[in-house]
């Protein structure tokens, strides 16, 4: 099963594949411009009947672009501009590997904070304990059917 970091980052990955996502500063101190910093906000579980869990995860995905860089005519503030759009528009399942819906997201909304296009979201998943193996396999019954 993924995490739900990889999970975002497959999302990321898919909904634009020339950008890289991070999740750690870099200890060489080498970020590619434009990138993707994912950073996992706070985690709400809910408990439900049965051991199944209700678990919303909270995400902010900055957006980074080179402030002193201009790519053709795009200013940073309107590669910025640009990629919040794409973001609203686009982003509306979180996807595993192969690119499969596994989630819609929910709460998403952007915001431009010190420079930066911060992307927030939210989703929400069911989870269960693991089986730990066959309950009532020699169960027994007595009675009769009336009939």
Known sequence: ???PFELVAYTLNHFQPDIPV???NQKDGTLKFPS???QQLATQAHGKVSDEQIRRYNFDVVYLVDHTLQIGSETPLHQIDKMSEL???E???LVNEDGKPV???KNLSTEIQNGDLHIF???VTRMGKEDEGTKMASMQQKGELNG
Request: aromatic share 28%.
């Open 87 to 89: 973001a609203l528009s």
């Open 22 to 24: 991070y999740r750690e």
């Open 36 to 38: 993707f910093f994912v």
């Open 91 to 93: 982003l509306e399942w």
């Open 103 to 105: 989630s819609g997201l």
């Open 121 to 123: 979201f939210s989703f």
């Open 1 to 3: 099963m993924s995490t």
